[in-house]
């Protein structure tokens, strides 16, 4: 990869995985280009589980991924040579595993050179109490070790990879709690949806989904939350907006209910609307 304008390319790309993770494999690919290697991996290995939480790769299989998750991670000693370096240091496994040392260790000859490697130029990215993140660039015997020259040409690019590492973790981190809160409220008896001033649906409990697929009163409607019957589509379309617009104003307590008809007869649905996440919740 040459040039100003694809090396500018790539850091853009970089950003877009940290919040895209499918766009790795072709950042990765670039990468190893850039330093002329054979693959790249990016991983978050999970300290507590001591197991994979994420990884990608490019110019390796899928299968490799999974025996690296399934056993070989665990007893990387490379990784666990990164856990020692500082954060945005480049490291070259060669100057810390010597030939003695690959022909008598399992994760090399078991694993790596089985899979067409055997020198790393990579280091660690990211650190925290939960997880760290590493990112390496491989090479195979017939290639040789790297070359000061291929840690100058990455070098410039590990402050982005640092950044968008931390980016990719904050993001993580943020699914994860959207994941628990989905959790919980699945665990509500009720119906419960979240929904913007205009009754767009943000989020539903299982409850709420059930609800809205039988189409028995309320409905979700491009997009949106509606009655089957339109005068009550239209006062909980108002009593939505009037929450919203009464929380934009301060009051956080501010709430309105009405009884939804049912197109089965059944006994109407009790709506209440909260402001508090402009809630609507449907016992």
Request: aromatic letters at 10%; hydrophobic letters at 40%.
């Amino acid at each position: 990869m040459g040039g100003d304008d694809a090396f500018d390319r790539l850091i853009l790309r970089l950003y877009d995985a940290a919040y895209d993770s499918s766009l790795w494999p072709e950042v990765l690919a670039s990468i190893s280009e850039l330093i002329r290697g054979h693959g790249t991996q990016f991983f978050w290995w999970d300290k507590t589980a001591d197991t994979l939480a994420f990884t990608a790769m490019s110019g390796y299989s899928t299968e490799a991924q999974q025996l690296y998750g399934a056993y070989y991670g665990a007893i990387d000693p490379r990784r666990q040579l990164f856990d020692r370096r500082p954060i945005g240091t480049l490291t070259r496994c060669h100057e810390y595993f010597d030939e003695s040392f690959v022909r008598r260790n399992e994760f090399y000859n078991d694993f790596l050179i089985p899979q067409g490697a055997r020198y790393l130029l990579g280091t660690r990215l990211a650190d925290d109490a939960e997880m760290t993140a590493v990112i390496g660039t491989l090479k195979n015997k017939r290639e040789g070790a790297f070359e000061t020259e291929d840690a100058k040409n990455i070098d410039r690019l590990i402050p982005h990879l640092v950044r968008a590492a931390q980016f990719s973790r904050r993001f993580m981190q943020l699914r994860q709690a959207e994941q628990t809160l989905d959790a919980a409220l699945d665990r509500v008896g009720w119906g419960i949806v979240i929904v913007d001033a205009d009754a767009r649906i943000v989020r539903t409990n299982a409850a709420a989904r059930a609800l809205l697929s039988a189409g028995d009163g309320l409905r979700g409607r491009q997009g949106r939350l509606t009655a089957w019957r339109s005068s009550d589509a239209q006062e909980l379309a108002g009593l939505v907006h009037g929450a919203a617009k009464t929380a934009l104003g301060g009051d956080p307590h501010a709430s309105g209910a009405l009884a939804i008809a049912r197109p089965s007869e059944a006994r109407p649905l009790n709506v209440v609307i909260g402001v508090n996440s402009r809630a609507i919740v449907t016992p």
